[in-house]
């Protein structure tokens, strides 16, 4: 007794172009300035520098990064300074 199997081949008319509308590619959005801050934060940026390096102001960069800003003044803290000094006579 003797078995034959031949080989089939798949019509390859149609695999000869892949469907346009599988392989194209998604768009690729931009990232955002307060991704842009945290990643140069994150590669050891100074404020100032990723400010510049972005446009922004340095209030945004605060901002992004959770930063407050110190609320006293120079002259607040002279005043609180000169308080605590005392000239004893």
Known sequence: MSFTISAVAPDSSTFDSPDSSL???APVSEP????QIHALALGG???DIIASS?????SQVD???DITPSSTSEASALSAL???LSVEG
């Open 82 to 84: 000169s308080g605590r």
């Open 45 to 47: 940026q100074s404020l």
């Open 23 to 25: 392989t194209a590619k």
């Open 63 to 65: 901002s992004a990064l």
């Open 32 to 35: 955002t300035a307060t991704e």
């Open 54 to 58: 972005l446009g922004v102001p340095i």
